[in-house]
T-cell receptor, first 116, second 118 residues
Framework: AQKVTQAQTEISVVEKEDVTLDCVYETRDTTYYLFWYKQPPSGELVFLIRRNSFDEQNEISGRYSWNFQKSTSSFNFTITASQVVDSAVYFCALSFMDTGRRALTFGSGTRLQVQP | DTGVSQDPRHKITKRGQNVTFRCDPISEHNRLYWYRQTLGQGPEFLTYFQNEAQLEKSRLLSDRFSAERPKGSFSTLEIQRTEQGDSAMYLC????????????????FGPGTRLLVL
């Protein structure tokens, strides 16, 4: 069975603060994918990043960075110098690499509110 | 590129009625997925198609739910004899065929259909 835990239900920061969203996962598979999606108030899930389980390199994309640590089963997401437009619900998700199993397992999400 | 589209965006129905939702995937995406999302929760997987074949079904997909993708393009999700517990956002996603470099396994989501059962 797979499980994704996002312990932070809601985070509120002031614009320009840095914020880290935590994601801890459980899986018995040795190969898997991890994802982050953003869900703004409009409701559509927007893909942010995908990582393979055998690639533990951290990644930076503009103000976004991701820290993947297999040893602690964590895939944390940091937003640097947050902006009001970053306000959304952020979901971490996990999927098998097995070609027969494509379902994404999502965490319950972290609602980020960035105050001006 | 046109994204995943879903129709209708909102649906209000009375308990016991049947409803049908449509999803049009991104062009050339041969995989299509349905998820359900209730308030304050992450999406939960319902079912998955590769072309017209339904390859994976969740235990959440009760006998009242049926999904089809007859020509391997758009898909429909039907809920029969709706119950108040079916009220949720129904999300559709698609992903490209295996082999397209750099995009394997990423699912791209549509805007969802929000269902309210009275």
């Amino acid at each position: 069975a797979q499980k994704v835990t996002q312990a932070q239900t809601e985070i509120s920061v002031v614009e320009k603060e840095d914020v880290t969203l935590d994601c801890v996962y459980e899986t018995r598979d040795t190969t898997y994918y991890l994802f982050w999606y953003k869900q703004p108030p409009s409701g559509e899930l927007v893909f942010l990043i995908r990582r393979n389980s055998f690639d533990e390199q951290n990644e930076i994309s503009g103000r976004y960075s991701w820290n993947f640590q297999k040893s602690t089963s964590s895939f944390n997401f940091t937003i640097t110098a947050s902006q009001v437009v970053d306000s959304a619900v952020y979901f971490c998700a996990l999927s098998f690499m097995d070609t027969g199993r494509r379902a994404l397992t999502f965490g319950s999400g972290t609602r980020l509110q960035v105050q001006p | 590129d046109t994204g995943v589209s879903q129709d209708p965006r909102h649906k209000i129905t009375k308990r016991g009625q049947n409803v049908t939702f449509r999803c049009d995937p991104i062009s050339e995406h041969n995989r299509l997925y349905w998820y359900r999302q209730t308030l304050g929760q992450g999406p939960e997987f319902l079912t998955y198609f590769q072309n017209e074949a339904q390859l994976e079904k969740s235990r959440l997909l009760s006998d009242r739910f049926s999904a089809e993708r007859p020509k391997g393009s758009f898909s429909t999700l039907e809920i029969q004899r709706t119950e108040q517990g079916d009220s949720a956002m129904y999300l559709c996603a698609s992903s490209p065929p295996v082999g397209l470099a750099g995009v394997q396994e990423t699912q791209y989501f549509g805007p969802g259909t929000r269902l309210l059962v009275l």
